[in-house]
């Protein structure tokens, strides 16, 4: 019979590498799909989310049972997320990277559905990315991953109040810059 994750925890937690990379195989693609829909670069998501695994792998034996696992390593990625966000450097870096997509989306034009469809989650992806960094994170956590409001706060440990307000002000945001995306588009093609 396989072992239950508390059992593979408390493994890793007493120092047990392959219970640990057992952990890491099960949960490292969550990780990375959080951390690439906040930094908006598959680099740096990366980059989280090995952080993401070194911190556990250090703070392990402090992990309390009644906790779920997952809601301790959203915290983390976050966490780090909000950290990647916040520096200077990753500020300069992103710029670049955003003006050499939006020179190679200028040379691809079509008009087929699948096109479209890459445009609007581009879209998408760039109006989170001009959101303030909790918004960002709130939006992830709840529209792209699915969480409840009460998951997203006791994640970023804050009130389910504040994730709601944030949320509705993410989402307020991305309607604006989604509208005025698209009708700048619909008038430029007329």
């Known amino acids: 019979m396989p072992a239950t994750e508390p059992e593979i925890i408390k493994k890793a937690a007493a120092g ?3 219970a640990f990379r057992q952990l890491a195989e099960t949960h490292q ?9 906040v930094l908006n670069n598959p680099q740096d998501a ?9 911190r556990l ?5 402090r992990y309390k049972p009644g906790v779920k696992l997952t809601t ?3 915290r983390i990625v976050t966490n780090i997320c909000l950290d990647m966000l916040k520096s200077a ?4 870096n992103r710029m ?3 003006i050499a997509k939006t020179v190679d989306q200028v040379h691809t034009t079509g008009g087929n559905h699948a096109l479209q469809q890459a445009d609007l989650m581009k879209a998408i992806e760039n109006a989170v990315a001009e959101l303030p960094h909790l918004q960002k994170v709130i939006f992830v ?11 997203v706060s006791q994640i970023l440990e804050t009130t389910e109040d504040k994730i709601k307000s944030n949320l509705y002000h993410a989402r307020i945001a991305i309607g604006k810059y989604l509208k005025q995306r698209y009708q700048t588009q619909n008038i430029t093609e007329l």
């Open 16 to 18: 047990d590498r392959s």
């Open 29 to 37: 693609r969550f990780v990375y799909a959080v951390a690439v829909r």
């Open 46 to 54: 990366e980059d989280a989310t090995q952080e993401t695994f070194i």
């Open 57 to 61: 792998w250090k703070n392990l034996n």
């Open 72 to 74: 301790w390593l959203y």
């Open 89 to 92: 450097h990753y500020k300069r």
């Open 96 to 98: 670049t990277i955003d």
């Open 141 to 151: 956590l709840r529209d792209l991953q699915g969480l409840s409001p009460l998951e």
